[in-house]
Structures are given as C-alpha cells and as structure tokens.
C-alpha cells in the first residue's frame, strides 16, 4: 500500500510561490490562530522560502555498516547493532518493522538519522525509538522531508532500540533506507543558551549600537529590538514582505521588503521611510567595504551609494534561479552568499563561485575579523571555515539548534564588534524556548570578535544622562577618541524641554521644564563618517518640602535654592517666579504636610 | 537785649514753670490693653484661591484661621510682623484673627495683600481692589 502526498506550491521551495506566501499568507496565517497558526505559518513560510531540507545522509560514519537480519521485527529479535553503526535495509512486504538494539551510556546524546527519500527509495520512513523498559521514548516521522530523524539525550545506562517502519505500514521490494546511529557530539560553542525569545520566525539580524539587537520577524511581518537586558520589544508590526535587515556604515537601520525597496527604519519609533526602490524582490543585503550597500535582487546583485544611488549591477550565473537567503563581506571585500542550496558562493568581480559544498542547506554567514567564516546549516549546526573555505571546526555549536539560522555578531554597548555570536531559530525539531528563540554560542568556541564590514559608523558615547527639573544642566555628548571637526545635529525624537543641543560641541544644555524621560536620536558627522546615537535623558523632580515652600514665601531667608524656586514655578503657573500660586498648585498635586524648616504657626 | 526781647523771655520762662508744676504729681502711664484683632480681605473677585498677606502693629501672635474653610500658614516675621498664607475659597471676610498687644493702639495696625492667585494657581497681576483690615474683635461688625 502507497500513499501519495501531496505537496503544496509553496512546498517546492519556488521563488514565485515564496514570495507571494510571505507578502500575503503568512501575515494572515499568524493572525488567524495565533499559537497553532504561529508553527503552521513559520512551517509554510520556512518552505516556502527554503524548500524542503535537504540533509547530509546521516552524520560523518565512524562505526561498521550493519545489513539487517530478518527475522528483526520485534524488540525480542532486534539486530545488534552499535552506536554509530549504520544500518541498511529494507521495508519489505508491506508492514514490515525492522528493530536494532544497542547499548548507550547515560548522558549520550543520540541522533538517529534514516535516509530513505534521500537515496531514492519510496519509502517514507518512521522512527521509533524504545527504552530499556520496552516503551517507546521517541518518535518522528518527516524531518528531512519525508525521511526522519531523533535526537535524544539517554537519561540512564542500558539497552535501547530503535525501529523503521513505513509510513502508514507502506513496504515492498525497493524501500530500502539507511539508519545512522549517530551520537551528537557538542562543538566548543556548546552549549548554547538563549539570547531572547518569542519569536516566530526570526531571520534577518542586525547588531545595533549600545548592545541591542534588531531582529526581523518574517512569519509575524515585524520589526523587533532585542535590549542588552534581554528584553524584546515590537518596533514595527505589520510591515510587509519584511526579509532582511542591516545597520549601514552610517548607523542607518534598513531593510529590505520582497515588494520591491529597501527602507530605513527609525530605531527608537519603528517609523519607516523609502531609501531605495524599484527593486525587484530584494532578498538578503550586505554593506561593503566602502559603505555601499549590496542588494541580492531576484537575478543578481545591485549596490548602492551611502545616499542610495544605484552604482552597478551583477547578474548571477552560477546560482541562476536559486533564491539568495543570506550574504556577509569578507574582511577582503568579498561578496558571500547563500541560497536555499548547499552552497556558499563568492562573487568575484563580475562573476558568482561556489566555495563550500555541504551536504546541508547552508543559511546564515559571518566573518570574523580574521576572515574565518561561520556557516549555520538548516539542520542545527553552526560550522567554520577559514578563509581558504576549509572545514575548520566541523562543529562550533549544535545544542539548542534548528533552522533555518542566521547569524550574527553582537556589537558592545560602545558600538565594538564582540566574539558573541548569535544563531535565530525558526526552530526546525525544537520547543520553545528555542524555538522561535535567538541562542548564543559559547564564548570559548568563538575564536576572534566579528568582521565589520562598511565604514564603521562614528562611535558616540553619551548615552545617558541625568538631570532635574529647574537645575542648569550639561551633557558633552562624546565621538570617538581621535575625531574631532565633530557637528552634531538632533536627527530624530525630541530633546526634553528647556534644553538644546550645540551643534558645533555636541553639548545638550539648559534648563529641562519638565520630568520625565526623554529619548531622542543624534547624529554626528565628521570626516565623511556618520555616527548615530540613541540619547535617554531623565529629568528628575528634586524634593522640596511644603514647608520650605510656605518658609520662603513668609520670607524665610534660604529655605529654597533658585534651582528649587524655579522648579516650583515650572510646575507651577511659570509666570517666571515663585509665588502663592506655585504654592497652591504644589498643594493640589498632593504634597503631605511635613515638619516646617522654621518654627511657624499653622492651622488647617 | 532789647526790652522786646526780654519780654518774650519772661513769657517762655513763665508758660515751663507753669507746665511742671502741674499739682507736683508724677506722670500716669496707661497699660496696654491686650485683645484679640480680626483680620479681614475685600476683594471683588469670586475665585481668589489664595494670598499671601503681612500685617504690622504692636505685637502679633497667635494668628488663628477666622473661618473653617480656609487654610493658613504663618509665621512671625518680626515682633511686629505676621505673614500668612490663606488658602481656600476666599470671599470678601474675616480670613484671620491674631492676639495683639495693645488694643489701644489699634490704628497702628495694618494690612497689606502682597500677593494672590486664582483657584488654578494663576496669580493676580494687580492687587487693585483688594485691602486687608484690622478691627478688634470686639468691635462692631468684626464678624469675631
């Protein structure tokens, strides 16, 4: 007995059908149920836009190759086998189940992996996996496409089994797999922990100045910021057909959106504004190494100035019709992609190569400043490379780990690049909180901080600020040492009342009229580099006693200070002095009576 | 000395003897007469909300709130000088009552309205039409 599936459009990994899923269903799927529909809409997208996974088949093989033995349909006539052994054999008649038996330590993580689909076989394999008790701990049917795969950590010592079968009891002459007893073995990025979570479907990521990171969610259409302290919030929502996004050389937040343009958005308010357009599905995008930014388009590249003016345009040959998902410039200059293949290409010059064939869907690419590259594959690992494309360290991280990954550096909270390097997870084989979560790598697999390509925006240091309402106050907003010739100007946001900003010293000055927080955007020029700032200003209210207030109207000398007669009269009626006005409105906003500065009658 | 002049010499000398010897008593010194005084505004406004208002004379203590719906906050500035604040709604009245020290004396002692506000806090910009009174409480009309 055989069963055809039937596998949607979108399933086929077909540009067209992508595309449109992003721009119109997807946002759709994830409105309509929000928690079932998030994982069925993360799923269709991830399809969509990737295809069906195509795996390695099975796991670098270090143990024997095992043909079954039939009889070995029951856990009682298991075939021995040992971990990392590879078993062949065959789903024949119809029904039939072949079990392995072997025995693992506690502690051992186990990826068992069978490769039916992926040799040519008919069959669709399912995996059962039993304990030592006999009962089933583990089940999967379709991972890498129809073939499928368990990962388990073995709680204790003993004999366990593992049994294929075919889907629906489906078997014959010709359904032949392979099952690979893989044992996972952690790299030195391992393990990994959660950066943020909560997300959907995260893709495109972008390390911004003070420590954040901005994330573009392509299921939920939106823009979120991850804070140093972990915490996410929405800038943007309902932005369509959102793919990726990129800090420029300017400090600039952009993104691209599949209809057609790229676009900056204003990192404090999420507002958003056309920087380029007329594009033609523009996918992933890198800046260069002198700034200009590099558009991936639906059948070549297009780069651009730092205002936005188109430059030049390379068609690509050798990865003709594929879809490019991700791109990074190498500390040389060079143009790396990827696409939903098992490729990294390079552009040179004018033309596209092929630098690293994997066996998996190769995603998500960084360069660290040495020009070692870090590859995430669409099944959970994060490779390196060095800067020949040799396999450097097989395994960096692959705890906690599913596609389809991005990767990226994270900036420090001074704008410097770090060796924290963070994978997004759509979350192919996870729960959350991984799935739909951002994890970082250990820092001892990481082996130098990242590249940064482009011009490195201005460094402006300043972030914070203190100040109280009626007192002068003063800020020297700081460029990098060794700049000077600095103009400064308020690019976004609004300064707190009663103060200003000098553009030619960066010095934000005056008298704040009023208390609260206050965030506003700076952005500095010098010497052809722009900086841009995020500026959170409070402003205090100082304490001042009602009977300091009533002391200084009855003409205690000294009971208030000018800063506090002026805060008074701001709050007040701000007729530019202190008077019995002030006094009644500081009353009526609920200030106690408390012990009066000099010995006065009262009478309430 | 001219005979006028001398003349007019004899008459001063005469009017101070005559002045000194007035049955040969000593001089009487009247005691002060201690009371109450009542404080009052007139205003033509009907939202005044509070003010700030000094009163002089010989001493001021005890400054007590002339009505239950005002609030009033004090102090002796001197001796002979009370400052308060009245807050509340404030009408055309009595607004304070203060002990002082000599009743007799009552003329000596005044008011002035140095400041008031609106019941949103916004200040008079000229105290035309309002004055602050001094009349002892057991005077007619003292409202005390």
Redesign the interface.
């Known amino acids: 007995m055989s069963r055809t599936r039937t596998r949607p459009l979108w399933a086929h990994g077909c540009l067209c059908a992508w595309v449109a899923l992003l721009v119109t269903a997807g946002p759709v799927l994830a409105q309509a149920r929000p928690e079932q529909a998030k994982a069925a809409a993360a799923q269709a997208v991830y399809r969509g836009l990737f295809g069906d996974p195509v795996a390695p088949i099975g796991p670098a093989r270090v143990g024997a190759e095992v043909n079954e033995s039939e009889p070995n349909g029951s856990l009682s006539d298991a075939d021995a086998v040992e971990v990392e052994d590879v078993a062949v054999g065959t789903i024949d008649p119809a029904g039939d189940q072949d079990f392995y038996w072997f025995t693992v330590g506690e502690g051992t993580t186990l990826e068992i992996d069978v490769a039916a689909r992926r040799i040519g076989s008919p069959l669709d394999p399912v995996l059962r996996l039993w304990s030592p008790a006999g009962s089933m701990v583990a089940y999967n049917d379709d991972h890498y496409g129809l073939d499928s795969r368990i990962v388990y950590e073995v709680p204790r010592s003993g004999v366990y089994a593992v049994s294929v079968a075919g889907f629906g009891g489906e078997g014959g002459p010709g359904y032949h797999y392979r099952l690979n007893l893989g044992v996972v073995a952690p790299g030195p990025g391992d393990p990994t922990t959660i950066f943020a979570t909560g997300f959907t479907g995260p893709w495109g990521l972008a390390a911004g100045p003070e420590g954040r990171l901005f994330v573009a969610d392509l299921v939920r259409s939106r823009l979120q910021v991850v804070g140093s302290d972990g915490e996410v919030n929405t800038l943007a929502e309902n932005v369509e057909g959102l793919f990726d996004i990129a800090i420029d050389g300017d400090g600039r937040l952009l993104a691209t959106l599949l209809t057609g343009s790229v676009v900056e958005f204003d990192p404090e308010t999420g507002a958003m504004e056309t920087f380029i357009n007329g594009l033609t599905r523009p996918t992933a995008f890198a800046v260069g190494l002198d700034g200009s930014l590099w558009v991936a388009e639906s059948e070549g590249f297009t780069s651009f100035d730092r205002s936005g003016e188109r430059i030049e345009r390379l068609e690509r040959s050798e990865s003709e019709g594929e879809t490019v998902i991700s791109m990074a410039v190498s500390p040389a200059g060079a143009l790396h992609y990827t696409t939903e293949r098992q490729r990294v290409y390079r552009v040179d010059e004018t033309e596209d190569h092929t630098v690293i064939e994997s066996g998996g869907v190769l995603e998500g690419l960084a360069f660290d400043q040495d020009g070692y590259l870090y590859v995430a594959d669409g099944m959970g690992r994060v490779d390196l490379y060095d800067p020949s494309y040799a396999l450097a360290v097989p395994v960096v991280a692959r705890s906690n780990l599913g596609g389809p990954s991005n990767l990226v550096f994270l900036r420090d909270s001074e704008g410097h690049m770090t060796s924290r390097l963070l994978v997004s997870n759509w979350g192919r084989g996870l729960e959350p909180p991984y799935r739909g979560g951002i994890v970082e790598l250990d820092l001892e697999g990481v082996r130098a901080p990242g590249f940064l390509a482009g011009l490195d925006y201005l460094r402006i240091s300043g972030a914070e600020a203190e100040a109280v309402m009626g007192a002068p106050f003063a800020h020297q907003l700081e460029a990098e040492a060794g700049v000077s010739g600095v103009s400064w100007q308020l690019e976004g946001g609004e300064l707190p009342p009663g103060l200003t900003l000098i553009a030619g010293t960066g010095l934000v000055e005056g008298i704040p009229e009023e208390a609260g927080s206050w965030t506003f955007r700076i952005r500095a020029e010098a010497d052809g580099r722009v900086g841009r700032a995020r500026i959170t200003v409070t402003v205090l209210e100082p304490v001042v006693t009602v009977a300091s207030i009533?002391?200084h109207?009855?003409?205690?000398v000294g009971a208030l200070t000018v800063d506090h007669e002026r805060y008074l009269d701001l709050r007040?009626?701000r007729?530019g002095r202190l008077?019995?006005?002030?006094?009644?409105?500081f009353?009526?906003g609920g200030a106690s009576t408390v012990s009066l500065l000099?010995p006065?009658?009262?009478?309430? | 000395m001219s005979w006028i002049k001398k003349g007019w010499s004899a008459l001063i000398l005469a009017g101070v003897i005559a002045g000194c010897s007035d049955e040969g008593s000593d001089p009487i010194i009247e005691p002060p007469v201690p009371g109450i005084v009542v404080i009052s505004l007139s205003t033509t406004n009907v939202d005044d909300?509070?003010?700030?208002i000094s009163v002089t004379g010989p001493g001021l203590s005890?400054?007590?709130?002339a009505s239950g719906s005002t609030?009033?906050?004090?102090?002796?500035?001197s001796p002979n000088e009370i400052?308060?604040?009245v807050?509340g709604d404030l009408v055309t009245g009595p607004i304070l009552t203060a002990q002082a020290a000599d009743l007799r004396r009552l003329s000596e002692y005044r008011g002035t309205v140095e400041?008031?506000?609106?019941?949103d806090?916004?200040?008079r910009a000229g105290l035309a039409g309002y004055a602050v009174t001094v009349v002892s409480q057991s005077a007619p009309g003292s409202g005390g």
């Open positions: 009533a002391n109207l009855l003409g205690v007040g009626n007729n008077d019995v006005g002030d006094y009644l409105l009353r009526a000099e006065i009658g009262r009478e309430e | 909300g509070a003010a700030l005890a400054v007590q709130s609030e009033i906050e004090w102090r002796l500035a400052r308060a604040i807050m400041e008031v506000a609106d019941r806090g916004v200040l």
